[in-house]
């Protein structure tokens, strides 16, 4: 799992430019998503168009975007698009894990 959540945070620091700080423990899930929920902010009043390329990029389900700015409110937005950003980088590892496992059986 904290594998996973390095491989999270790469993807994160690249796209949207941040610096996720780590210690000896490692990273922490919550500090991530506040790092992420921070920037997230500044995207929705600063380049809102820039969010949404960012959102396409990590494939994020249009349709579950789409909910969050129909039903939330406004102070509630950043969390919840951070939500799904990590929830969707966290499939992508999860299918990727589960293609290479079938690739390996495959080969055997």
Known sequence: MEDDIGIVVYSLE????IEI????????????RAILVERIVRLLTESPEQLMSMLYRFDVSED????????SFPFDMPE???DLIMERQM???HT???????????ND
């Open 21 to 32: 700080p780590q210690n000896d423990s490692g990273i922490q899930f919550s500090s991530l």
């Open 14 to 17: 690249r796209s949207f430019g």
């Open 91 to 93: 499939q992508k590892i």
């Open 96 to 106: 990727r894990k589960l293609y290479a496992e079938h690739k390996d059986s495959f």
């Open 80 to 82: 919840k698009i951070a």
């Open 64 to 71: 579950k975007v789409h909910e969050v700015f129909a039903h």
